[in-house]
């Protein structure tokens, strides 16, 4: 089978689950789990943040960092495709009482100046504009990713206007490995970061949430009110440690990999519009007379399988799991359906 589903479907190698196996454990609850403290100190030092916070998942990191900087009745900032809106049940509103400005941006990405033209005046009527979001890379966006010197702009906005600013980087190593941008300086821009070790890392479970040390202690007692306070936790963070060292690099292949079926996919005649390819994503639109449900089956019948993001728009995501074998063999079907 080939998996073009989710670069969350990967399984972990051998290599990987040896490295659970041996982890070091004690109760995370109590902050006593050696592994989870490493895991949550290496991502913080990549990022320059001072600390970091071992999760179940990236909806649960993005849903404490927007709980741990707002009140009721502040207002969060985000492209209308964004995770935080999109994708984790309307948890702002369920979690945090606030309501959401959603900006009309560019294949997920919002300028310095959508934002600044979001922001509320104070009137006691509207909502106070508090909190910033964006993704790098942009899921829905099509993998579309920010250059550091773009975030820095955003960074500033944000910064003349008093509002915090936090990066959903459920993918952002596919794009440091793209812009060869430093972490530190990248990290340092944000409030907040939530790091996925589940997606392209190829981890079974986890996302990391990074801040200064005030921020990961109110986001502890938050985790901790949401149920998701786990105790031999190292079991898994030694996952996530074992894709830090040995995962990362490696996402250059991914995003190659992306590349080539997106060229692939623009030089066929059933294709419409493939969006632009940065990083491990690609979502293309079908012609009229390629149904998006026809094309899935010709492709399941070939063992290929993908998703719908419409009815005409697909997408496919490169990860551990798809070799450049099942690249190629990808590339010959396309040229083949008609
Ligand atoms: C996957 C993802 C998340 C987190 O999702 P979980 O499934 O809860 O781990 C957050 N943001 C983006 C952009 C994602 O793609």
């Not at 990713?145 to 500033?156: A, D, G, V």
């Not at 949401?226 to 995003?255: C, F, H, P, T, V």
């Not at 059933?270 to 293309?284: A, D, L």
Request: hydrophobic share 40%; net charge negative.
């Amino acid at each position: 089978m080939i998996n073009l589903i989710s670069d969350t479907t990967t399984k972990p190698t051998a290599a990987m689950l040896e490295a659970m196996m041996k982890a070091e454990v004690g109760d995370d609850v109590f902050g006593a789990d050696p592994t989870v403290n490493a895991l949550q100190n290496a991502l913080a030092g990549m990022f320059g943040q001072e600390a970091g916070l071992f999760c179940p998942s990236g909806t649960m990191t993005n849903q404490i960092a927007i709980k741990t900087h707002t009140v009721p009745m502040d207002e969060l900032i985000c492209d209308h495709t964004s995770h935080v809106y999109r994708s984790e049940n309307g948890g702002y509103a369920y979690n945090s009482g606030i309501a959401i400005k959603l900006i009309q941006g560019t294949n997920g990405k919002i300028t310095p100046d959508q934002i600044e033209a979001s922001i509320n005046p104070s009137f006691d009527w509207l909502p106070k504009s508090k909190l910033v979001v964006i993704e790098n890379s942009c899921n829905i966006g099509g993998g579309a990713m920010y250059t550091y010197n773009e975030m820095l702009e955003i960074k500033k906005v944000c910064e003349k206007n008093g509002l915090i600013l936090h990066l959903d980087g459920a993918r952002v190593f596919n794009v440091l490995v793209e812009t060869h941008d430093d972490a530190i300086k990248v990290g340092t821009l944000f409030d907040s970061i939530s790091i996925c070790l589940s997606k392209g890392l190829g981890s079974p479970v986890g996302s990391v949430l990074l801040g200064s040390h005030e921020f990961i202690k109110s986001a502890r007692r938050f985790r901790k009110a949401m149920g998701g306070g786990m105790r031999q936790a190292g079991y898994l963070a030694a996952a996530g440690l074992y894709a830090l060292e040995n995962n990362i690099d490696r996402l250059s292949i991914d995003n190659q990999r992306a590349r080539e079926l997106g060229e692939c996919l623009m030089n066929q005649p059933y294709v419409e519009s493939v969006r632009p390819v940065q990083t491990n994503i690609v979502i293309f639109d079908l012609k009229k007379d390629m149904p998006g449900d026809v094309f899935l089956e010709k492709l399941k019948e070939k063992d290929i399988h993908a998703v719908a993001f419409g009815p005409q728009t697909l997408r496919f995501v490169t990860h551990l799991d798809v070799n450049q074998e099942q690249v190629e063999k990808v590339k010959t079907i396309l040229n083949q359906i008609r």
